[in-house]
């Protein structure tokens, strides 16, 4: 009889496998060159590499890197030496391997990410990041010659912000702070506005709590009302459109929750 630690471990290992899989599947729907051995051989030394440790969630620390890698590669578009150095970004920091064991396994490229990467984690995001946080943001956008690094330290953030809820309150709004005023707005000038969207969201989320939740109440019962004026709004261009035989997609965009309070805020409006 399997006992339910046993059980347990074999449920972890099939979700970290099925994870993998997923990653792999999306970066050979991309149009980067196909080098998943490289991946591979990335995905096996962090998963042993962190072999035991959890994070806050309870889930095997590996699901980080993996949901990481998944980012640079579907969200951000990167290939194959992005991933390599996702799913290894925490190795130098949070285990005794070294950069020299990363570019004597994986080359002088991955290597140079990874220990950009460690240097932002150990050097730069200190006791006092909050007090130097102007400085941080300029620096974080000059100090690296590979600007991948930076790119896969804003995937790395998005999946902390993911998974805040696992963090102490006190951590949530240190972090939340941190991400509106350092991440959001690199993000922004690197041109990722969908992530940058999403940091802010859940940078509000976190900070103002009760506020998000308002907003997003009073955007779920105004929804209806919303989709009637866009079709109105549109019929007599899909009509038009219709009629010179153009193909064509309409979509409209909703305010997210946090630009909605932030103009509520500075130009001191309601709701609606």
């Not at 290597?111 to 200190?126: C, D």
């Not at 006092?128 to 300029?138: I, L, V, Y």
Request: proline residues 2%; contains cysteine.
């Amino acid at each position: 009889m399997i006992s339910d630690e046993e059980k347990k471990k074999v449920e972890e290992e099939a979700a970290v496998n099925a994870a993998f899989r997923e990653l792999l599947d999306i970066y050979l729907a991309s149009q980067h060159r196909k080098k998943v051995e490289l991946i591979t051989k990335a995905f096996n030394f962090a998963l042993q590499a962190h072999k035991g440790v959890r994070r806050h969630s309870g889930e095997p620390y590996i699901m980080h890197p993996l949901a990481v890698a998944r980012i640079v590669c579907k969200e951000i578009g990167l290939g194959s030496t992005s991933i390599c150095a996702a799913l290894l970004h925490d190795v130098v920091e949070d285990t005794d391997y070294t950069v020299e064991d990363i570019r004597n396994l994986f080359g002088n490229k991955i290597a140079e990410i990874v220990g950009g990467l460690t240097k932002i984690s150990g050097g730069v995001f200190g006791a006092h990041a909050s007090e130097q946080a102007e400085n941080f943001k300029k620096l974080l956008l000059t100090m690296s010659e590979d600007i991948r690094v930076i790119l896969i330290k804003i995937a790395d953030r998005l999946h902390n912000m993911r998974t805040l809820e696992y963090m102490q309150v006190n951590k949530q709004y240190k972090i939340a702070g941190e991400t509106l005023y350092i991440y959001a707005p690199i993000a922004y000038r690197l041109g990722l506005s969908r992530i940058k969207t999403e940091l802010e969201n859940l940078s509000f989320k976190y900070e103002h709590p009760e506020e998000y939740a308002a907003i997003e109440e009073k955007l779920a019962i105004t929804q209806a009302e919303r989709e009637k004026l866009f079709a109105n709004f549109t019929a007599p261009i899909k009509a038009k459109l219709d009629e010179m035989g153009v193909k064509y997609t309409l979509t409209g965009r909703i305010k997210s929750p946090y630009s909605i309070w932030r103009k509520m805020q500075t130009k001191h409006l309601s709701f609606a």
